[in-house]
């Protein structure tokens, strides 16, 4: 994207109709360099907005009242973007480059040095290598940081900052990520397993992390892909919940596209959606890593702006407090009231990245805050912005897991941002937010940012359920085997779905929840991947054995309102009508485009004749309305896969 197009500043300023703005952010999400302008330019319009209006307030030598003026006037007067905004913007930089030219001489190398990847560079940038080796400090100095070297070599900043670099810490280790490994799950039969229960999952961050991947030309490692999330960041158009219940349930059947002899089903929950201006007041607090691995762009200084984003749709209704840790935790704001955005704002600005990492101690410290501030019948939620990255006191994961368990029971929900790449504690993330009544995504972007904390910002703050846990009871006269696909970390047993005792996932307002089942009927051929057993000597017919009955399976789903400890239950039967995938609604077959992708890049060996191909020919016709350009987005996704499985 050519970043001296005026649409992106109008993209940043949020000036755009949504039509614009969602082929814009596809754009952006694509570009680096233009994420990094996007970022550039609100906080520069901001700055200017404050400054603009204190001399507005207190213009010099006024002898009279202050001057009052609309600052929403200002910002939509030409002459003020036009003229007014570029030697405003000219100013602040040429002030800004004089003091970086300054700090330059002084500055001091601490625990971060840029180092190249063993991959070859893009095309594009082998031709600067020695002119940008050339402006670089002798051999004898210190190698530049990301952050020094658009003050020593600016004619080569968006080649440096978008070329495969990486930050390295002084230890050598070039990359501890840790996405946590994982067995898919295999064919059961049914005979010996005719019920299949698992914890429901709303988590989202493995399709941004898988994107951010493809973006910077690499396929992702395979335990970075978790299929049930990449199939749930998206919406699907399920009907709203009737009567008092908290969600709808949704059954659908088709012919399975990679296996055609199988069966697909699609198990869909909608979260009941609640309007904004009915949303109770919340008791929020942010969580923030100010650690030195914080320091990068697309960490620290992303959060402050994700944050900033949610802070500017909060009311007088609201209550923020701002918890930093890094080597010691620290009260950074009191809770304060969302009117006073200045206030917040202001906190947010000032924090700066350094030293180790004390999760622990902030965990505790944050939910103390919550507690204090508690709001009956309100949202209390804690929301943490981490890498992951804990190495000073509690690092233990096993430690902070139970130190969530126990934080979880005092009624305040958690929610986790991921942010950040070559050190993301991935796997560590995902367990926090789930032991603490929880969501987790991860911001590759301030356009996802945008779609978490704005766009499903009922969805992320609001619980309307939590431990939802799902048992589907298979009919043995109809169903041969079936695999659940993903889900491979939430399962239970069967004996916990009735147990109020056992931990589930959450559901938030509005919040759609879908899983995939792939089933061989009887009478079709055993599934090549299906593990043979011997037959059992003392196997007798399953009890109440519904051998006349014509429906495939029974689900049933258990859950406890956000303030209950006793779990209320649903159930709804489905017969398979025999309905062909081609004749599937779009919903379907979007989602099974989706779930055919992971497996694709998983390498999985149940992905059967599927292709990424076929992938797009199957998410084109599953593309509905798309109106902030997420399903655009998947399909551009799979076209840069296509090119990576080539190369």
């Known amino acids: 994207m050519n970043i001296d197009d005026p649409k992106l500043t109008a993209y940043a300023l949020d000036e755009l109709d949504e039509a614009e703005r969602a082929a814009t952010a596809n754009e952006v999400a694509a570009s680096p360099a233009a994420q990094r302008e996007v970022q550039e330019t609100q906080t520069m319009a901001r700055l200017l907005r404050k400054e603009f209006g204190a001399e507005l307030k207190h213009p010099a030598g006024a002898t009279k009242a202050p001057l009052s003026a609309n600052l929403i006037d200002i910002r939509d007067d030409p002459w003020f973007w036009s003229v007014a905004r570029p030697l405003a913007i000219a100013a602040v930089l040429a002030v800004f480059a004089v003091i970086g030219l300054a700090i330059l001489g002084s500055y001091k190398l601490t625990s971060y040095r840029v180092a190249a990847k063993p991959v070859p560079l893009p095309e594009r940038n082998k031709s600067i290598d020695a002119e940008v080796a050339g402006a670089q400090s002798p051999p004898s100095a210190p190698a530049l940081t990301i952050a020094q070297a658009p003050l020593a070599a600016p004619e080569f900043r968006d080649e440096l900052q978008s070329a495969p670099f990486e930050v390295r810490r002084d230890s ?63 919406t699907y158009d399920y009907p709203q919940p009737k009567a008092d219940d908290p969600f709808s349930i949704n059954i659908d059947i088709a012919s399975c596209p990679w296996e055609e002899k199988h069966r697909l089903v699609r198990i869909g929950l909608k979260g009941r959606e609640i309007a904004r201006d009915k949303r109770g007041p919340s008791n929020l607090v942010f969580l923030l890593d100010v650690s030195g691995s914080m320091t990068p762009q697309e960490r620290l200084p992303l959060v402050k702006q994700a944050m900033r984003l949610l802070v500017e749709k909060l009311s007088q209704n609201d209550r923020v407090a701002i918890v930093v840790y890094a080597g010691a935790s620290g009260l950074a704001l009191p809770s304060t009231s969302g009117q006073d955005k200045e206030a917040i704002l202001s906190a947010l600005d000032t924090l700066q ?61 958690l929610s986790v941002l991921g942010v950040g790449d070559d050190n993301l504690k991935d796997s560590t993330m995902q367990k926090l937010a789930d032991k603490g009544n929880g969501n987790y995504a991860y911001l590759d972007s301030l356009d996802e940012a945008r779609k978490v904390l704005v766009q499903q910002m009922n969805d992320t703050l609001v619980t309307i359920a939590k431990d939802v846990k799902i048992q589907v009871e298979f009919n043995p006269a109809l169903v041969r085997s079936y695999r659940l696909i993903g889900y491979e970390k939430r399962l239970l047993r069967k004996e916990d779905f009735n147990n109020d005792k056992i931990d589930a996932g959450e559901i938030g307002a509005g919040h759609t929840v879908t899983a995939l089942y792939e089933v061989v009927p009887m009478g079709a051929a055993v599934s090549p991947s299906t593990r043979p057993v011997d037959p059992l000597k003392y196997s007798v017919p399953p009890e109440n054995a519904r051998s006349s009955s014509k429906e495939m399976l029974t689900i049933k789903l258990r859950f406890k309102r956000p303030d209950g400890d006793k779990s209320e239950l649903l159930e709804r039967a489905v017969v398979d009508d025999g309905r062909q995938f081609a004749n599937a609604s779009a919903d379907f077959k979007f989602a099974a485009a989706v779930a055919e992708f992971g497996m694709l890049l998983r390498d999985s060996e149940f992905k059967g004749s599927g292709t990424l191909g076929a992938v797009l020919q199957w998410a084109q016709e599953g593309k509905s309305a798309d109106t902030n350009g997420h399903h655009a987005g998947f399909l551009e996704l799979v076209r840069k896969a296509q090119v990576l499985k080539r190369d």
């Open 172 to 234: 050598g280790n070039p990359n501890t990520a840790d996405y946590g490994h994982f067995i898919e799950n295999p064919f059961l039969a049914v005979l010996n397993n005719q019920l299949s229960t698992f914890s429901v999952d709303v988590d989202t961050a493995s399709y941004t992390i898988t994107r951010r991947f493809i973006n910077d030309g690499q396929l992702p490692p395979k335990d970075a892909v978790r299929v049930e999330e990449m199939i749930n960041y998206f």
């Open 353 to 413: 990245p350094g030293g180790s990492t004390n999760g622990a101690e902030g965990i505790q410290l944050a939910y103390k805050i919550a507690a204090d501030n508690f709001i009956k019948g309100g949202v209390n939620r804690v929301i943490l912005a981490t890498d992951g990255d804990f190495n000073v006191g509690v690092t233990s994961q096993g430690e902070l897991i139970r130190l969530i368990e126990e934080k979880a029971r005092s009624g305040v929900f």
